[in-house]
């Protein structure tokens, strides 16, 4: 049998249980509704963005699945996830990108999730491409309801890598920021209590659709919980909306972060944050030298920057690192 047809074949035997397996974790769900083993969490309907009344109401009669379908086209996710497919330097093999793809846009349909396919994907490479003197552990801060986890949580199995959550699981602290106009001229709000995803309901989505054994879990504000953190950092994934937590991410981070690693944020569409990156006198007194050349910076929502390793010995040179 061809390989490519081995392949296929092998897609639709996992669409297949998947979808046999769906039907048993809905059913759980409802009892776990029926008991109110959560209410906290359970009692939090899923607000979806205020769209206009004609649009909202569209969205509320078309299935999940086919708006997924949709946006792969507006949004280019199709294309850069058939250039994933069949491209070779992540280092996995045609089957294991099928699955991976496969199983990033079933997490999209079962959990409510505030990232493209694409964003998570260009994370993946890079994670996959670090040599193996790359060190550390996967970090995301910023997780919502856990369906960017689930997704990390494979790439970190696949890498052979831990993967470190850390969120206050209550949504937005308090603040004062306004962001104005985006990058793409919208604008943007953050209210405390937005974007709540709650640690068990974070947990049970990993569970069910993502590769929970490889995952730490650490609750609480950045600037309480990255403070001590002292783990070795491979690779980093930032979606803190705010400016302050941002820099506070960058600050315990940067650090930590080994030489080749990457950090990724999600949100370089946000004029503070773009500030943040940009701060000169932030990375020369926090950091210990002058801001790394950031892809994407000013053109695109989610922008990265490695560390290099004469960035590294600077750090060390200026007592940021041990």
Not at 113 to 122: D, K
Not at 274 to 299: H, M, N, Y
Request: proline share 4%; aromatic share 10%; net charge positive.
């Amino acid at each position: 049998m061809p390989n490519w047809l081995h392949c296929a074949k092998q897609f639709f035997v996992l669409r297949l249980s998947a979808s046999r397996t769906a039907r048993s974790r809905r059913r759980r769900k409802m009892s776990v509704r029926n008991q109110n083993i959560m209410p906290q969490t359970l009692s939090q309907e899923r607000k979806q963005p205020p769209f206009g009344s004609v649009k909202g109401r569209i969205r509320s009669f078309v299935p999940k699945a086919v708006l997924l379908f949709v946006r792969l086209f507006r949004t280019g996710d199709g294309k850069k996830m058939w250039s994933f497919l069949i491209g070779k330097d992540s280092g996995l093999s045609f089957r294991e990108r099928l699955v991976l793809v496969y199983r990033f846009n079933y997490i999209s349909r079962k959990v409510e999730c505030q990232h493209l396919e694409s964003e998570i994907l260009a994370f993946a490479c890079e994670v996959f491409k670090l040599p193996a003197t790359v060190g550390g552990c996967l970090v995301e801060a910023g997780c919502f309801k856990g369906g960017g986890t689930a997704k990390l949580s494979i790439v970190a199995t696949l890498s052979h890598r831990e993967l470190v959550v850390c969120d206050s699981f209550e949504g937005i602290p308090e603040n004062r920021e306004d962001h104005g106009t985006t990058l793409f001229g919208g604008g943007a709000l953050f209210r405390a209590g937005d974007y709540r995803g709650d640690l068990e309901e974070v947990k049970g989505n990993v569970r069910d659709y993502g590769e929970i054994r490889v995952c730490r879990f650490v609750k609480g504000y950045f600037e309480d919980t990255l403070t001590d953190f002292r783990d070795s950092v491979a690779a980093a994934y930032i979606d803190a909306d705010l400016a302050s937590s941002t820099r506070t991410c960058l600050k315990y981070l940067w650090p930590l972060l080994a030489p080749g690693g990457v950090i990724f944020s999600q949100d370089g569409h946000l004029p503070l944050v773009l500030d943040v990156l940009r701060d000169k006198a932030f990375w020369q007194s926090e950091l210990g030298c002058g801001p790394p050349e950031v892809i994407g910076l000013g053109l695109k929502k989610l922008v990265w920057f490695r560390k290099l390793v004469t960035i590294d010995a600077a750090c060390r040179r200026a007592g940021v690192i041990a």
